[in-house]
């Protein structure tokens, strides 16, 4: 099935990777960490404390939610810090990785079936490679998805083409792929680019799916949304590309897999390239000598919808595939009246400067949202930019609001934070949807 986007938005940056040759040697980085923030409404009961040392595959922590299921160390190391904020809810657990080489075995000869496999995936600690819709969470154990989706499009700016990465691990990716397809009840759902020329094994409950046109169409929520939207019935599953890349080297070696390629690219970045590298590596060690000195702005994943690198976060999140660095706002990036002058280095997704009519123009953009918060006010905006088959004005007023029945009825329950990216930089009423959304989905799911 091929399917066109043509409602979205391309932000073209300046500071593209130009050489996609991927890395040989591994980017390692002293410390790595798990963060609390990849996993929502987490409740960890710890195992381990600060200063205890700690090897490859030791249990770190469970969640009170979702008992059966450990969070396993990705490195032999010692806990150098375990860090709360506000109301003790969890931030990150950072580990001093130690010079003794990682050999944790993973028991990889069993029978495939759905049962296997997901104790396979579980005492590898790789059930959290895994996100539900609605809510995106971590599945409970003993869960079975309708479908699952993955994506092997990534059309957020700066984003490297993950056929690149999957050529160069093709048979990790056909072994993940082979046994992942156990585990739904329906489908896999493997959305490509229209152009791709990747051949895939020949799977009995393999789909693949042709998108092409703007971003989001790389986002899996929007291809969710034209494939086989979720529900509270309809429940699925999603999976980064990656991430089954990882399940298929541990199935190939029998020892655990923290390897993870990420693109470091951005206005403020002096080289742009793809580094090799660790899940939740130190992201500040990983920069280091990289950035234009000055304030920065230093995000994990993208610009769009990434995290701030900052205090105990100061880590790549599990769900990233890049790093983005981009000057961090001040007074001079406000002007007054900004709007109405003929702005010859600024963008608008209402074509207001004279930029709009220039193409292939790369643009050097700040962290100031340029403006104040208001209203909403409906000039149709979020009509054009947002491609999912739902009342996305309306939609967000209830967001707004915290109708969560009217939400429901509208269709929140296929969102996640990452979909409402492209309303949030769009908006011209300032509101970061994603953090609204998060805290509706939070009441839905308690309300039940």
Known sequence: MNYKISKGLNLSLEGEITNHILPINKSSTNKVAIL???????????????????????????????????????????ILEINRGDRRAFLSLVIEKSNEENTYEIDKDFEINSKNVANFLITSGCWNLFRTRPFSKVPEVNSTPKNIFISLIDSNPLAVNPEIIVKENFEAFNLGLKYLSVIPEKHIHLSQDSSSDLDLKDLEKLKIHKFSGIHPYGLVGTQINKISPVSLINQAWTIGYQEVITIGKILLSGYLSNEKYISLSGPQVFSPEILLTEYGSSISELTAGKIIEGDNRVISGSVLCGHSSEGAETYLSNFSNQISVIRESNKKDREFMNWIRPEIKKHSSLRMFFTSFLKNYKFNLSSSINGGFRAIVPVGIYEDVFPMNLMITQLLKAIVTEDTELAQNLGILELDEEDLAICTYSCPSKYDYGLILRSVLDKIEKDG
Request: cysteine-free; charged content about 30%; overall charge negative.
């Open 36 to 78: 609390g923030r990849d996993y929502h409404g987490i409740k960890p009961t710890m195992f381990v404390s600060e200063g205890e040392e700690v090897s490859q595959g030791d249990k770190l922590f469970e969640d009170k939610k979702n008992p059966g299921f450990n969070f396993l160390s990705p490195v032999n190391g010692k």
